[in-house]
């Protein structure tokens, strides 16, 4: 079986960017991490940006498209986003922004199938992706105010699933954030909470999957190791891996 290699190079606020190899497929997802830490990362492992096959963007926040230009630049592959993305990447070469629709599959490279599934966050369209190669499933959900039955059942099936762990309640609520922001983060079009993670990786280990990363930790209202936590404490008992990505990182990571 052909391996799943991961690093998360930038999860949370400050920047998102996800680079995934499935299949031996180089792809990234998001681009809100500036070119010379993604270009740097992924040389200290051997990789090069300009082989990335194809780039995939969840929606059009700053966190994760701030640095498209210059990643463009130094890639050659396709952006494939929803059409509420286009704009913050207009300025890239229009050959190479594919619009998805928003709940579609598609062969994008031979044998790579990836879908794109509806996720409410923002009142901006915003989706996650599964990635199916040879056999090996890959998924992610970031940005979701509010976990359904919808998502699981795109989710279901992953060998590895990517997935928000964005604040503790309480810490949000007695943190700095204003009232009105309070309120939109713990709303259903917010982020999601470390319980509302832990409960779905504990139904998704249910159905079978076995490794996680959990993503989107607020700097602010949550601790990497309160996120942690969290879900080790739901999943109590349970043969799961859990991976925390920080904010900044160059793990890289085999499945
Ligand atoms: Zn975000
Ligand atoms: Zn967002």
């Given at each position: 079986?052909?391996?799943?290699?991961?690093?998360?190079?930038?999860?949370?606020?400050?920047?998102?960017?996800?680079?995934?190899?499935?299949?031996?497929?180089?792809?990234?997802?998001?681009?809100?991490?500036?070119?010379?830490?993604?270009?740097?990362?992924?040389?200290?492992?051997?990789?090069?940006?300009?082989?990335?096959?194809?780039?995939?963007?969840?929606?059009?926040?700053?966190?994760?498209?701030k640095a498209a230009p210059a990643i463009a630049n130094h890639s050659a592959c396709n952006i494939y986003c929803d059409e509420s993305?286009?704009?913050?990447?207009?300025?890239?070469?229009?050959?190479?922004?594919?619009?998805?629709?928003?709940?579609?599959?598609?062969?994008?490279?031979?044998?790579?199938?990836?879908?794109?599934?509806?996720?409410?966050?923002?009142?901006?369209?915003?989706?996650?992706?599964?990635?199916?190669?040879?056999?090996?499933?890959?998924?992610?959900?970031?940005?979701?105010?509010?976990?359904?039955?919808?998502?699981?059942?795109?989710?279901?099936?992953?060998?590895?699933?990517?997935?928000?762990?964005?604040?503790?309640?309480?810490?949000?609520?007695?943190?700095?954030?204003?009232?009105?922001?309070?309120?939109?983060?713990?709303?259903?079009?917010?982020?999601?909470?470390?319980?509302?993670?832990?409960?779905?990786?504990?139904?998704?280990?249910?159905?079978?999957?076995?490794?996680?990363?959990?993503?989107?930790?607020?700097?602010?209202?949550?601790?990497?190791?309160?996120?942690?936590?969290?879900?080790?404490?739901?999943?109590?008992?349970?043969?799961?891996?859990?991976?925390?990505?920080?904010?900044?990182?160059?793990?890289?990571?085999?499945?």
């Amino acid at each position: 079986m052909s391996s799943i290699n991961i690093i998360p190079i930038g999860s949370g606020s400050t920047g998102n960017c996800i680079y995934l190899e499935i299949g031996a497929y180089p792809l990234l997802i998001d681009m809100g991490i500036g070119y010379r830490r993604v270009r740097d990362v992924l040389q200290k492992h051997g990789r090069d940006l300009s082989d990335v096959k194809a780039i995939f963007l969840t929606h059009g926040h700053y966190d994760h498209v701030k640095a498209a230009p210059a990643i463009a630049n130094h890639s050659a592959c396709n952006i494939y986003c929803d059409e509420s993305a286009m704009y913050p990447i207009r300025k890239i070469d229009e050959n190479r922004r594919i619009v998805h629709k928003i709940n579609e599959t598609a062969e994008i490279l031979p044998g790579l199938i990836v879908s794109s599934f509806s996720v409410p966050h923002d009142y901006v369209r915003t989706c996650g992706y599964t990635f199916t190669c040879q056999g090996r499933k890959v998924s992610l959900v970031t940005d979701c105010g509010q976990m359904s039955e919808d998502i699981i059942s795109n989710l279901i099936g992953s060998d590895v699933v990517i997935i928000e762990c964005n604040h503790d309640v309480e810490m949000l609520k007695k943190g700095p954030y204003p009232y009105l922001l309070q309120k939109r983060i713990l709303s259903k079009f917010g982020h999601l909470s470390n319980d509302d993670c832990a409960d779905t990786v504990l139904r998704l280990y249910q159905e079978g999957t076995k490794h996680f990363l959990l993503a989107h930790v607020s700097l602010i209202n949550n601790t990497f190791e309160i996120a942690y936590q969290t879900v080790k404490d739901r999943t109590e008992g349970c043969d799961l891996d859990l991976y925390v990505c920080k904010d900044e990182g160059d793990d890289l990571l085999t499945y």
